[in-house]
């Protein structure tokens, strides 16, 4: 998929924020107050000195469906698309009532994706799913330079040794990791090393798995332009593909377990994946005058 940007954009003051199992979005409208320029972008996710969060989705508009949106890491880069990002925006829209009840379609990275708030469940905690299409598999899909693999389907990380990947695009790149020995602590090297591998074109996220039983999958996750994360739902379904796809499992409804929690995602006969589970709502805000003067400062 190529990314299509729209050029600049501008955002409003007030905002929106929510999590999936601990991956946090922060939703804002376009409007006039501060440019989404990447200095910006990184200010406003910074956790300390603004809201803090994994990442930013900007609502172009609201006159749809289809809605139209932009989504940014916390380095400022752009991206495809997030399935927590998406499903925070959906709870930001039924919280809006801009949505009730039936399917409705965002456009985002230059593709349209369907997302459906099945139920509200009291407390702020919505029930949203999301249909990622069906998934593409290999070098091309992900931008990798394939003669970075050696005969094995391996990629050398130097100190880190050479790991057999599988390579998955759900919008955006994936490579999961199926390790022969099961150390979450492997994570910290391979994640930083792989998800800026010079081989992959535009960097890719990174998934340790393993197969838990023939319903559930067990991810750690370091996300491209964000680090370790404890859940995110593009790798949920990356790694629920990739068991699939290798042969470790069959088609059906997973519980793809992350250190945040939980997330349901099926994948069909096809490599069509939709994706499940919760988004609470965490609160309302407003960047202050101050705050708008020290990012346009940036």
Known sequence: MTLDTGGPLHAGAAFFKGHGLGNDYIVFDAGSDWDVRPACVTAVCDRWRGPGSDGIVVLLDRGGPPFRLRMFNPDGSEFERSGNGLRILAAYLAAEGLVAGEPF???????????????????????VSVDMGHIEHGPTAVGLDPTALDPE????????GAHAVELISVGNPHAVVFPEV?????????????????AFAAGTNVQMARVLGPAAVEAHIWERGVGHTSASGTS????????????????????????????????????AVVLRGPVQEVYRGRLTSGFLEGLAAL
């Open 153 to 160: 389907g391996r990629i050398d990380l130097g100190s880190a």
């Open 236 to 271: 949920a379904c990356a790694v629920a593909a990739a068991t699939v796809r290798s042969g470790r499992g069959e088609p059906g409804v997973y519980e793809v377990r992350m250190e945040g929690g939980s997330l349901q995602v099926t994948v069909s006969a096809e490599s």
């Open 105 to 127: 379609d965002v456009e985002v990275g230059g593709d349209t994706v369907k997302l459906h708030v099945v139920e509200v469940q009291g407390r702020g905690v919505y029930d």
């Open 182 to 198: 099961w150390e979450p602590e492997l994570l910290s090297e391979i994640g930083p090393l792989l998800s800026t591998h010079r």
